[in-house]
């Protein structure tokens, strides 16, 4: 079992417990802890800087995976492709004023959700806000008597909150909308820039936005400790790792195993493709009849691997009979 964001959380504790750096597809390659151990065995310990709290007094880097962000922002701005919508239903008595505090003190405590990023002097840099007000909006739909329609009302404004851009430069990169269905019927949206957030840290939220509630809704303080380490010191400790001969090694390395591949998939389509994708698009749910999903499930287990790998590989094989190409990216 397993998925990416298990085995990136797995090889973190690796690094910090044994001071080796295992590469993510050892997790895939030796999928057994006897394996696993045996080949970890095998890496030299790396060399890679302690991650402690950064000066705040000057501008702060961005990750790589924030500049990846942040460069497609400046070559599409105001896309909300990138949005990260999080709709929570809540049910039974909702204490409004417990709900605010706790997403106050959620921005209050991570400072990614006070975040925004600026241009200096040629290069992205991220400016961590002492405060930022995000104020949560508030939408009843009690009026609406039918119970469908009002369904329905929920889902356009969640669709209508999820499609609306984010301004990097200005933020906030975060912001909630409370739906009142029912006296005793919610829905919170909650919508991010993934810029800062993942769907790791959306678990994160919803685990401490969950704890902060149920103590202020009694009266008690926070029962969340203070975080000693944040998402920019992540940064700032990835860019002073990765540098140098350390990044070039590695730079290196991709270069290698791309070298020589297709730059698009050669589909046959019915029209030629747009210099600038339209991401307009369809859902197409398809339901397997029991029998192929559980054949799916048993030659998973024949082969090692996982039911998504299977049906991964099913799709590679059918870009290459439509396009003839063995080389997928």
Do not use: C
Not at 50 to 79: C, E, V, Y
Not at 147 to 161: N, S
Request: glycine share 6%; proline share 8%.
């Amino acid at each position: 079992g397993g998925h990416s964001l298990l085995a990136t959380q797995l090889v973190a504790r690796i690094r910090a417990s044994l001071g080796r750096e295992a590469p993510l597809g050892l997790v895939f390659d030796a999928p057994t802890v006897a394996e696993f151990s045996e080949r970890l065995g095998d890496i030299a310990v790396t060399q890679a800087p302690p991650l402690k709290r950064a000066s705040r007094t000057g501008a702060l880097p961005l990750s790589f995976a924030q500049q990846r962000l942040w460069f497609i922002d400046q070559l599409s701005p105001g896309s909300p492709l990138y949005n990260v919508p999080l709709p929570l239903r809540l049910e039974g008595d909702l204490d409004e004023a417990a709900l605010h505090r706790g997403f106050e003190e959620l921005v209050r405590r991570h400072e990614s959700l006070r975040t925004t990023f600026r241009t200096d002097a040629g290069q992205p840099v991220q400016d961590i806000h002492a405060e930022m007000a995000v104020p949560m909006a508030h939408v009843d739909l009690r009026h609406v008597l039918d119970e469908a329609q009002r369904q329905a009302e929920a889902v356009r404004l969640a669709t209508e909150d999820a499609r609306r851009p984010f301004d990097l430069a200005r933020g906030p990169l975060l912001r909630a909308l409370l739906l009142k269905l029912q006296p005793r019927e919610h829905v919170l949206l909650l919508t991010l820039h993934h810029i800062v957030s993942d769907g790791w840290s959306l678990g994160v939220l919803v685990r401490e936005m969950s704890a902060l509630y149920a103590s202020f809704a009694q009266g008690r303080p926070s029962p969340l400790p203070e975080l000693p380490v944040q998402y920019a010191d992540y940064a700032v400790w990835q860019r002073t790792w990765l540098q140098g001969e350390t990044l070039r090694t590695r730079l290196k390395w991709w270069a290698d195993q791309l070298a020589g591949s297709p730059p698009a998939l050669d589909l046959p389509t019915d029209r030629p493709r747009p210099a600038v994708f339209s991401h307009r698009g369809a859902t197409l749910s398809v339901a397997f009849p029991r029998a192929l999903s559980e054949a799916v499930e048993s030659l998973a287990q024949r082969e090692g691997a996982t039911p998504f790998m299977v049906l991964l590989a099913a799709f590679q094989s059918l870009l290459h009979r439509y396009s003839g190409q063995d080389d997928v990216l």
